[in-house]
Protein backbone atom coordinates (compact mmCIF):
# COMPACT_ATOMS: atom_id res chain seq x y z
CA UNK A 1 0.00 0.00 0.00
CA UNK A 2 2.15 3.54 -1.19
CA UNK A 3 1.44 6.76 0.82
CA UNK A 4 -1.59 7.58 -1.43
CA UNK A 5 -3.93 4.84 0.06
CA UNK A 6 -2.82 4.94 3.33
CA UNK A 7 -5.70 4.53 5.99
CA UNK A 8 -5.36 8.42 7.52
CA UNK A 9 -8.62 10.14 8.68
CA UNK A 10 -8.92 13.71 6.78
CA UNK A 11 -8.55 16.32 9.58
CA UNK A 12 -12.49 17.90 9.64
CA UNK A 13 -14.19 18.10 12.75
CA UNK A 14 -11.19 16.40 15.14
CA UNK A 15 -12.42 13.62 17.25
CA UNK A 16 -8.89 12.12 17.41
CA UNK A 17 -5.68 14.19 18.23
CA UNK A 18 -1.94 12.91 18.36
CA UNK A 19 0.14 14.63 20.60
CA UNK A 20 3.51 12.87 20.60
CA UNK A 21 5.66 10.13 18.88
CA UNK A 22 8.39 9.42 20.92
CA UNK A 23 11.19 7.10 19.58
CA UNK A 24 12.84 5.25 22.28
CA UNK A 25 16.56 5.70 21.63
CA UNK A 26 17.57 2.94 24.37
CA UNK A 27 16.35 0.41 21.20
CA UNK A 28 19.60 1.08 19.30
CA UNK A 29 20.86 -1.02 21.94
CA UNK A 30 19.75 -3.87 20.06
CA UNK A 31 18.04 -2.46 17.09
CA UNK A 32 19.95 -1.60 13.86
CA UNK A 33 17.94 1.39 12.95
CA UNK A 34 13.55 1.88 12.59
CA UNK A 35 11.21 4.62 12.63
CA UNK A 36 7.64 4.91 12.77
CA UNK A 37 6.26 7.17 10.21
CA UNK A 38 2.46 7.06 11.44
CA UNK A 39 1.05 8.41 12.95
CA UNK A 40 2.32 11.27 12.84
CA UNK A 41 2.54 14.17 15.84
CA UNK A 42 0.53 17.16 16.65
CA UNK A 43 -2.16 15.82 14.19
CA UNK A 44 -5.68 16.01 14.65
CA UNK A 45 -8.28 13.54 12.69
CA UNK A 46 -11.57 13.13 12.33
CA UNK A 47 -12.26 9.22 13.30
CA UNK A 48 -11.78 6.32 15.41
CA UNK A 49 -8.98 4.42 13.44
CA UNK A 50 -5.51 4.59 14.32
CA UNK A 51 -2.78 3.47 11.42
CA UNK A 52 0.70 2.66 12.44
CA UNK A 53 3.41 2.18 10.01
CA UNK A 54 7.26 2.36 9.86
CA UNK A 55 9.97 -0.08 9.41
CA UNK A 56 12.65 -1.81 11.47
CA UNK A 57 15.83 -3.69 11.14
CA UNK A 58 17.07 -5.78 14.35
CA UNK A 59 20.81 -5.75 14.65
CA UNK A 60 21.98 -9.16 16.37
CA UNK A 61 18.90 -11.20 15.09
CA UNK A 62 15.87 -10.06 12.54
CA UNK A 63 12.46 -9.19 13.35
CA UNK A 64 9.95 -10.96 12.98
CA UNK A 65 6.87 -9.37 14.84
CA UNK A 66 5.70 -6.10 16.31
CA UNK A 67 3.33 -5.29 18.85
CA UNK A 68 0.89 -3.00 19.60
CA UNK A 69 0.28 -2.11 23.29
CA UNK A 70 -1.82 -0.12 25.52
CA UNK A 71 -1.06 -1.33 29.07
CA UNK A 72 -1.24 -4.88 30.13
CA UNK A 73 -3.57 -5.42 26.63
CA UNK A 74 -1.74 -6.69 23.59
CA UNK A 75 -4.22 -4.74 20.85
CA UNK A 76 -2.20 -6.01 17.55
CA UNK A 77 0.44 -8.15 16.56
CA UNK A 78 1.86 -7.26 13.19
CA UNK A 79 4.28 -8.89 11.08
CA UNK A 80 7.54 -6.90 9.79
CA UNK A 81 7.53 -8.29 6.14
CA UNK A 82 5.98 -5.04 4.24
CA UNK A 83 8.33 -4.40 1.04
CA UNK A 84 10.28 -1.10 2.20
CA UNK A 85 13.01 -0.33 -0.95
CA UNK A 86 13.41 3.36 -0.14
CA UNK A 87 14.83 1.90 3.19
CA UNK A 88 18.00 0.35 2.04
CA UNK A 89 18.08 3.24 -1.01
CA UNK A 90 18.50 5.25 1.83
CA UNK A 91 21.35 3.22 3.88
CA UNK A 92 23.57 1.95 1.09
CA UNK A 93 25.98 1.15 3.37
CA UNK A 94 24.15 -1.23 5.72
CA UNK A 95 22.99 -4.70 4.96
CA UNK A 96 18.96 -3.65 5.51
CA UNK A 97 16.28 -6.00 4.03
CA UNK A 98 13.56 -4.96 1.49
CA UNK A 99 10.85 -6.34 3.60
CA UNK A 100 11.71 -4.72 6.53
CA UNK A 101 8.23 -2.94 6.90
CA UNK A 102 5.04 -2.98 8.94
CA UNK A 103 1.44 -1.40 8.40
CA UNK A 104 -1.32 -1.89 10.31
CA UNK A 105 -4.93 -0.16 11.50
CA UNK A 106 -6.50 -0.30 14.93
CA UNK A 107 -9.51 0.88 16.45
CA UNK A 108 -9.34 2.90 19.54
CA UNK A 109 -12.62 2.60 20.64
CA UNK A 110 -12.42 1.46 24.61
CA UNK A 111 -9.24 2.89 24.79
CA UNK A 112 -9.14 5.39 27.72
CA UNK A 113 -10.41 8.81 26.19
CA UNK A 114 -6.14 9.93 26.80
CA UNK A 115 -4.32 6.90 25.46
CA UNK A 116 -0.60 6.01 25.15
CA UNK A 117 0.13 3.26 23.15
CA UNK A 118 3.64 1.36 22.85
CA UNK A 119 5.47 0.02 19.88
CA UNK A 120 7.55 -3.11 20.54
CA UNK A 121 9.79 -5.61 18.00
CA UNK A 122 10.13 -8.86 19.11
CA UNK A 123 13.16 -10.43 17.59
CA UNK A 124 13.48 -14.07 15.94
CA UNK A 125 15.59 -14.73 18.95
CA UNK A 126 12.49 -13.89 21.12
CA UNK A 127 13.82 -10.18 22.52
CA UNK A 128 11.44 -7.73 23.12
CA UNK A 129 12.38 -4.18 22.58
CA UNK A 130 10.52 -1.17 22.92
CA UNK A 131 10.95 0.92 19.95
CA UNK A 132 8.53 3.92 21.44
CA UNK A 133 4.97 5.52 22.13
CA UNK A 134 2.05 7.23 20.86
CA UNK A 135 -0.02 9.57 23.09
CA UNK A 136 -3.32 10.97 21.96
CA UNK A 137 -6.95 11.82 22.96
CA UNK A 138 -9.83 10.56 21.43
CA UNK A 139 -13.74 11.24 21.28
CA UNK A 140 -15.99 7.80 22.37
CA UNK A 141 -18.39 6.33 19.89
CA UNK A 142 -22.20 8.18 19.66
CA UNK A 143 -24.12 6.12 22.87
CA UNK A 144 -26.88 3.52 21.43
CA UNK A 145 -30.45 5.01 20.61
CA UNK A 146 -32.07 2.19 21.96
CA UNK A 147 -31.17 1.29 25.91
CA UNK A 148 -32.64 -1.86 27.00
CA UNK A 149 -31.74 -4.71 27.71
CA UNK A 150 -28.40 -3.06 28.96
CA UNK A 151 -25.21 -4.98 30.27
CA UNK A 152 -25.02 -5.85 33.99
CA UNK A 153 -21.28 -6.97 33.76
CA UNK A 154 -20.44 -9.34 36.80
CA UNK A 155 -16.55 -8.67 36.71
CA UNK A 156 -14.53 -10.88 38.88
CA UNK A 157 -11.64 -13.64 38.58
CA UNK A 158 -12.05 -17.68 38.54
CA UNK A 159 -13.01 -19.16 41.90
CA UNK A 160 -14.70 -16.11 43.67
CA UNK A 161 -18.24 -16.76 43.58
CA UNK A 162 -19.04 -15.63 39.48
CA UNK A 163 -21.54 -18.31 39.20
CA UNK A 164 -23.17 -18.12 42.09
CA UNK A 165 -24.15 -14.31 41.93
CA UNK A 166 -25.31 -15.40 38.36
CA UNK A 167 -27.77 -17.57 39.81
CA UNK A 168 -29.13 -14.99 42.76
CA UNK A 169 -29.36 -12.32 39.67
CA UNK A 170 -31.05 -14.78 37.06
CA UNK A 171 -34.18 -15.32 39.82
CA UNK A 172 -35.07 -11.88 38.89
CA UNK A 173 -37.40 -11.42 35.75
CA UNK A 174 -35.74 -8.29 34.44
CA UNK A 175 -32.14 -9.81 34.76
CA UNK A 176 -31.65 -12.40 31.75
CA UNK A 177 -29.11 -14.71 30.65
CA UNK A 178 -29.03 -18.18 29.51
CA UNK A 179 -29.92 -20.31 32.39
CA UNK A 180 -27.49 -23.20 32.56
CA UNK A 181 -25.00 -23.26 35.25
CA UNK A 182 -22.35 -21.93 35.29
CA UNK A 183 -23.30 -19.26 33.04
CA UNK A 184 -20.44 -19.33 30.98
CA UNK A 185 -22.47 -18.80 27.20
CA UNK A 186 -21.98 -15.15 26.74
CA UNK A 187 -23.35 -13.06 23.46
CA UNK A 188 -21.10 -9.99 23.42
CA UNK A 189 -17.70 -11.40 22.67
CA UNK A 190 -18.65 -12.77 19.61
CA UNK A 191 -20.34 -9.13 17.97
CA UNK A 192 -17.28 -7.49 20.11
CA UNK A 193 -14.70 -9.06 17.91
CA UNK A 194 -16.65 -8.74 14.83
CA UNK A 195 -16.59 -5.03 15.55
CA UNK A 196 -13.04 -4.99 15.46
CA UNK A 197 -12.30 -7.31 12.39
CA UNK A 198 -15.06 -5.29 10.45
CA UNK A 199 -13.35 -1.61 11.69
CA UNK A 200 -9.48 -2.76 11.47
CA UNK A 201 -9.59 -4.72 8.24
CA UNK A 202 -11.48 -3.44 5.77
CA UNK A 203 -8.43 -2.08 3.85
CA UNK A 204 -7.26 -5.13 2.27
CA UNK A 205 -3.41 -5.06 4.67
CA UNK A 206 -3.78 -8.43 6.08
CA UNK A 207 -5.92 -9.86 3.38
CA UNK A 208 -5.53 -14.04 2.75
CA UNK A 209 -3.58 -14.70 -0.07
CA UNK A 210 -6.48 -16.55 -1.42
CA UNK A 211 -8.12 -13.42 -2.00
CA UNK A 212 -5.43 -11.42 -3.57
CA UNK A 213 -6.11 -9.93 -7.07
CA UNK A 214 -4.32 -8.84 -9.94
CA UNK A 215 -5.17 -5.23 -8.29
CA UNK A 216 -3.64 -6.54 -5.04
CA UNK A 217 -6.61 -5.98 -2.89
CA UNK A 218 -10.18 -7.72 -2.53
CA UNK A 219 -11.85 -4.47 -3.43
CA UNK A 220 -11.07 -5.32 -7.27
CA UNK A 221 -9.92 -2.71 -10.03
CA UNK A 222 -9.43 0.32 -7.69
CA UNK A 223 -8.82 0.36 -3.81
CA UNK A 224 -11.33 3.06 -2.32
CA UNK A 225 -8.35 3.88 -0.25
CA UNK A 226 -7.09 6.45 -2.85
CA UNK A 227 -9.79 8.66 -1.95
CA UNK A 228 -9.50 10.92 0.98
CA UNK A 229 -13.39 10.81 1.17
CA UNK A 230 -13.98 7.42 1.30
CA UNK A 231 -10.78 6.91 3.83
CA UNK A 232 -12.55 9.33 6.20
CA UNK A 233 -15.91 7.76 6.16
CA UNK A 234 -13.97 4.37 6.79
CA UNK A 235 -12.38 5.92 9.81
CA UNK A 236 -15.57 7.21 11.02
CA UNK A 237 -18.80 6.88 10.11
CA UNK A 238 -18.26 3.42 9.04
CA UNK A 239 -16.85 2.60 12.38
CA UNK A 240 -20.26 4.33 13.96
CA UNK A 241 -22.28 2.36 11.70
CA UNK A 242 -20.83 -1.53 12.69
CA UNK A 243 -20.88 -0.51 16.32
CA UNK A 244 -25.05 0.21 16.20
CA UNK A 245 -25.05 -3.27 14.26
CA UNK A 246 -22.88 -4.99 16.82
CA UNK A 247 -24.74 -3.31 19.74
CA UNK A 248 -28.17 -3.86 18.28
CA UNK A 249 -26.98 -7.88 17.80
CA UNK A 250 -25.98 -7.96 21.42
CA UNK A 251 -29.35 -7.21 22.61
CA UNK A 252 -30.95 -8.84 19.68
CA UNK A 253 -29.63 -12.16 20.97
CA UNK A 254 -30.58 -11.23 24.76
CA UNK A 255 -34.57 -10.42 23.85
CA UNK A 256 -34.60 -13.73 22.12
CA UNK A 257 -33.24 -15.60 25.61
CA UNK A 258 -35.17 -13.48 27.42
CA UNK A 259 -38.49 -14.54 24.84
CA UNK A 260 -37.66 -18.51 25.32
CA UNK A 261 -36.83 -17.68 29.32
CA UNK A 262 -40.38 -16.12 29.30
CA UNK A 263 -38.89 -12.90 30.47
CA UNK A 264 -40.89 -10.18 28.95
CA UNK A 265 -39.61 -7.27 31.11
CA UNK A 266 -35.99 -8.30 30.98
CA UNK A 267 -34.27 -4.46 31.20
CA UNK A 268 -30.81 -6.33 31.40
CA UNK A 269 -28.83 -9.19 30.36
CA UNK A 270 -25.70 -10.60 32.91
CA UNK A 271 -22.61 -11.78 31.32
CA UNK A 272 -19.23 -12.55 33.16
CA UNK A 273 -16.89 -10.58 32.43
CA UNK A 274 -12.60 -10.44 32.93
CA UNK A 275 -11.60 -6.99 34.83
CA UNK A 276 -10.19 -4.24 32.55
CA UNK A 277 -9.87 -6.83 29.83
CA UNK A 278 -10.00 -5.08 26.19
CA UNK A 279 -13.30 -6.86 25.72
CA UNK A 280 -14.59 -5.09 29.04
CA UNK A 281 -13.68 -2.37 28.28
CA UNK A 282 -15.21 -2.42 24.42
CA UNK A 283 -18.52 -2.72 26.22
CA UNK A 284 -18.33 -0.44 28.46
CA UNK A 285 -17.79 2.11 25.59
CA UNK A 286 -20.38 0.81 23.35
CA UNK A 287 -23.08 0.74 26.50
CA UNK A 288 -22.43 3.62 28.38
CA UNK A 289 -25.33 3.15 30.63
CA UNK A 290 -24.32 -0.35 31.34
CA UNK A 291 -24.04 -1.18 34.89
CA UNK A 292 -21.35 -3.35 36.82
CA UNK A 293 -20.70 -5.22 39.80
CA UNK A 294 -17.13 -5.98 41.20
CA UNK A 295 -17.16 -9.25 42.19
CA UNK A 296 -14.10 -10.01 45.13
CA UNK A 297 -12.99 -12.35 47.22
CA UNK A 298 -9.45 -12.74 49.32
CA UNK A 299 -7.27 -13.88 47.19
CA UNK A 300 -6.14 -16.40 49.52
CA UNK A 301 -9.10 -17.98 49.35
CA UNK A 302 -9.34 -17.52 45.98
CA UNK A 303 -5.91 -19.45 45.45
CA UNK A 304 -7.07 -22.09 47.75
CA UNK A 305 -10.28 -22.71 46.08
CA UNK A 306 -8.60 -22.93 42.88
CA UNK A 307 -5.69 -25.79 43.78
CA UNK A 308 -8.58 -27.57 45.34
CA UNK A 309 -10.26 -27.19 42.21
CA UNK A 310 -7.55 -28.49 40.15
CA UNK A 311 -7.11 -31.26 42.68
CA UNK A 312 -10.70 -32.09 41.73
CA UNK A 313 -10.88 -32.50 38.36
CA UNK A 314 -7.42 -33.39 37.68
CA UNK A 315 -5.72 -31.09 35.40
CA UNK A 316 -4.18 -27.35 35.96
CA UNK A 317 -6.11 -24.17 35.19
CA UNK A 318 -6.45 -20.91 35.71
CA UNK A 319 -2.91 -20.63 34.44
CA UNK A 320 -1.38 -23.20 37.31
CA UNK A 321 0.27 -24.88 34.75
CA UNK A 322 2.60 -21.52 34.34
CA UNK A 323 3.57 -21.87 38.00
CA UNK A 324 6.80 -24.36 38.84
CA UNK A 325 5.21 -24.69 42.49
CA UNK A 326 2.41 -24.06 44.63
CA UNK A 327 4.68 -20.91 45.81
CA UNK A 328 5.22 -19.25 42.32
CA UNK A 329 1.23 -19.59 41.62
CA UNK A 330 0.71 -16.49 43.49
CA UNK A 331 2.76 -14.59 41.31
CA UNK A 332 1.37 -15.76 38.09
CA UNK A 333 -2.15 -14.45 39.16
CA UNK A 334 -0.57 -11.48 40.32
CA UNK A 335 -1.45 -9.11 37.02
CA UNK A 336 -4.64 -10.37 36.85
CA UNK A 337 -5.23 -9.45 40.38
CA UNK A 338 -4.01 -6.30 39.57
CA UNK A 339 -6.46 -5.61 36.89
CA UNK A 340 -9.04 -6.19 39.34
CA UNK A 341 -8.25 -2.84 41.23
CA UNK A 342 -7.68 -0.75 38.36
CA UNK A 343 -11.43 -2.17 37.47
CA UNK A 344 -12.32 -0.60 40.65
CA UNK A 345 -10.60 2.22 40.67
CA UNK A 346 -11.47 3.34 36.90
CA UNK A 347 -15.15 2.76 37.41
CA UNK A 348 -16.54 4.42 40.56
CA UNK A 349 -20.28 3.99 40.35
CA UNK A 350 -19.24 0.09 39.56
CA UNK A 351 -20.65 -1.83 42.96
CA UNK A 352 -17.74 -3.74 44.82
CA UNK A 353 -19.21 -6.65 46.00
CA UNK A 354 -17.66 -9.13 48.59
CA UNK A 355 -17.61 -13.10 48.33
CA UNK A 356 -18.08 -13.41 51.96
CA UNK A 357 -21.02 -11.24 52.20
CA UNK A 358 -22.87 -12.74 49.12
CA UNK A 359 -22.12 -16.24 50.83
CA UNK A 360 -23.00 -15.69 54.09
CA UNK A 361 -25.71 -12.79 53.94
CA UNK A 362 -27.28 -13.47 50.49
CA UNK A 363 -30.22 -11.48 51.07
CA UNK A 364 -28.82 -8.40 52.26
CA UNK A 365 -26.25 -8.39 49.75
CA UNK A 366 -28.74 -9.29 47.09
CA UNK A 367 -31.25 -6.37 48.11
CA UNK A 368 -28.27 -4.31 47.52
CA UNK A 369 -27.23 -5.06 44.21
CA UNK A 370 -30.86 -4.46 43.30
CA UNK A 371 -31.18 -1.20 44.82
CA UNK A 372 -28.03 -0.40 42.54
CA UNK A 373 -29.86 -1.27 39.81
CA UNK A 374 -33.08 0.57 40.18
CA UNK A 375 -34.85 -2.71 39.72
CA UNK A 376 -37.97 -3.11 41.83
CA UNK A 377 -37.60 -5.58 44.99
CA UNK A 378 -39.22 -5.96 48.02
CA UNK A 379 -37.82 -8.25 51.45
CA UNK A 380 -40.21 -11.14 50.70
CA UNK A 381 -39.38 -10.89 46.91
CA UNK A 382 -35.71 -11.17 47.70
CA UNK A 383 -36.03 -14.10 50.29
CA UNK A 384 -37.78 -16.17 47.61
CA UNK A 385 -34.89 -15.44 45.23
CA UNK A 386 -32.32 -16.76 47.30
CA UNK A 387 -34.33 -19.42 48.35
CA UNK A 388 -35.17 -20.80 45.09
CA UNK A 389 -31.53 -20.33 44.32
CA UNK A 390 -30.41 -22.76 47.14
CA UNK A 391 -32.29 -25.70 45.41
CA UNK A 392 -28.39 -27.01 44.27
CA UNK A 393 -28.48 -29.70 40.87
CA UNK A 394 -25.83 -32.10 40.09
CA UNK A 395 -23.52 -29.36 37.98
CA UNK A 396 -23.43 -27.11 40.89
CA UNK A 397 -22.00 -29.68 43.85
CA UNK A 398 -19.18 -30.66 41.40
CA UNK A 399 -18.08 -26.64 41.02
CA UNK A 400 -18.11 -26.80 45.12
CA UNK A 401 -14.88 -27.80 46.91
CA UNK A 402 -16.10 -26.60 49.95
CA UNK A 403 -18.52 -28.52 51.74
CA UNK A 404 -20.56 -25.50 53.88
CA UNK A 405 -20.51 -21.84 53.13
CA UNK A 406 -18.77 -21.58 56.85
CA UNK A 407 -15.61 -23.58 55.41
CA UNK A 408 -15.28 -21.53 52.03
CA UNK A 409 -14.50 -18.29 53.99
CA UNK A 410 -10.70 -18.07 55.73
CA UNK A 411 -10.15 -21.86 54.51
CA UNK A 412 -7.11 -20.47 53.43
CA UNK A 413 -5.79 -20.06 57.74
CA UNK A 414 -6.39 -23.99 57.78
CA UNK A 415 -5.23 -25.52 54.08
CA UNK A 416 -2.39 -23.51 53.07
CA UNK A 417 1.35 -24.09 54.65
CA UNK A 418 3.07 -20.81 55.71
CA UNK A 419 5.33 -20.93 52.51
CA UNK A 420 2.09 -20.29 50.54
CA UNK A 421 0.84 -17.86 52.60
CA UNK A 422 3.66 -15.60 52.17
CA UNK A 423 3.63 -16.07 48.59
CA UNK A 424 -0.01 -14.92 48.43
CA UNK A 425 0.52 -12.35 51.28
CA UNK A 426 3.73 -10.37 48.66
CA UNK A 427 2.15 -11.09 45.60
CA UNK A 428 -1.24 -9.51 46.42
CA UNK A 429 -0.02 -7.11 49.01
CA UNK A 430 -1.38 -4.14 47.47
CA UNK A 431 -4.70 -5.70 46.74
CA UNK A 432 -5.59 -7.02 49.80
CA UNK A 433 -5.10 -3.44 51.17
CA UNK A 434 -7.59 -2.10 48.65
CA UNK A 435 -10.17 -4.57 49.62
CA UNK A 436 -9.15 -5.11 53.24
CA UNK A 437 -8.36 -8.34 53.60
CA UNK A 438 -5.29 -7.29 55.19
Not at 48 to 74: K, M, Q, Y
Not at 175 to 188: D, F, K, M, N, V
Not at 308 to 319: D, E, H, L, Q, V
Request: hydrophobic content about 40%.
Amino acid sequence: MNAADRFEPSPSEPSLAIDEVHHDPSAFESICDFRIDLPKSTREYNGHLLEFAGWVVGRHSPVDTLIIRNNFFTLASISASVPRRDVPAAFPGLDYPITCGFNTVISLTGLPRKFQLTLAAITRAGQTITLGYVVGRRAPIPPPDNYEPLPLLVTSLGRSGSSWIMHLLLQHPDITAYRRWPYELRGSPYWLQTFRSLVEHPHGLDQPSALTVESGSWWGGSNPFGSAALRAWFGNDYVVHVADFCRDSIQRFYKKIADIQDQPSARYFAEKIAPNSSQAKLLRELFPAAHEIILVRDFRDMVASILAFNRKRGYKAFGQVLATTDEAYPFVLQESVMTLVEAVRENPNALVVKYEDLVTKPATTLATILAHLGTPHDTAAVEEMVRKAKVTTPEMEQHQTSSSVDESVGRWRSEMPESLVAACREAFKEALVEFNYV
